[in-house]
């Protein structure tokens, strides 16, 4: 007979603790999905967790505002988030990769500048950029926003790691001896058995890009080039004016969260646990 075990009160402890974590996670989204349903009158009248009557208005209203204008934060937040990820995501992929796999001199001292470079906050560039940026003529432009986010040193840093975990040299000598150039070697070797390290670099990056406040708000003026945080927050800002809006602020949140919650359910299906999963087909 097999021996049956029974779970004591420390080993529902961690399970205890993962649920605690979900429901602090999981609350706020629940009240801006609730929030959102919501009438102008029912926001401040009705208890918190019960829905209102009023969300397809708030949608109406809110696609009409400005003529749109919350499409158009949407397109840009798309174009700075998967742009930004996409770019940042192969600076990261070639330059982790030359770290691991290469041996030239001043490798160690530039991998210690990006592991440095990981403890400085964004707050502390912000400035500094912009002051480049308006120097060079880039300010209140795409570029702006767009290429300080390509040089992630977290994101080389990941990439480096997964590299020398995921990456054989004996595999790359192989290819070596049978003539394949450095670049073939990377692109048919390296670059496959990289994509789940990859994916975790471009979500990471994506998600940021996404969630970013400061850098657009500091380096846009033109209303037209904003992503949805800094459109929501004059939004927030013009409501203290007009409490009808605080409604539409709800909704854009809501909406804004929705893109993220597919990116993730798409792409997790590219995680692999088998670090070699994605390598000789």
Known sequence: MAATTTRGPMG??????????????????????????????????TPTLSPGTGLFANLTELFAYRDGVFWLWMVNTLLYAGGGALLSTAVSAV????????????????????????????????????????????????WAVLLPQILHPYSI?????????????????????????????????????MVPGMVTIFLFQFVAIWNNFLLPFIMLGDDGKFPLTVGLYTLLAAGANQPSLYNLILTGALLSIIPLIALFLTMQRYWRTDLSSGAVK
């Not at 402890?13 to 999905?33: D, E, H, I, K, R």
């Not at 000598?173 to 049978?178: F, L, T």
């Not at 394949?180 to 990377?186: K, P, Q, R, T, V």
């Open 157 to 193: 840093y990941l990439a480096r790691i997964y590299a020398t975990a995921a990456v054989p040299d004996s595999l790359l000598e192989a290819g070596r001896i049978d003539g394949a150039s450095e670049w073939l070697l990377m692109s048919r070797v390296a670059v496959p058995l």
């Open 95 to 142: 330059s982790g990769y030359a770290l691991a796999k290469f041996r030239f001199p001043g490798r160690t001292l530039i991998f210690n500048l990006l592991i440095g470079g990981i403890l400085v906050p964004a707050v502390v560039l912000a400035i500094p950029q912009y002051l480049l940026f308006s120097k060079i003529g880039l300010a209140d432009t795409y």
């Open 12 to 45: 529902l402890a961690p399970t205890g603790l993962l649920l605690l974590g979900a429901v602090y996670c999981l609350f706020p989204v629940s009240w801006v999905l609730i929030a959102a349903t919501k009438s102008p009158g029912e926001l401040f009248s």
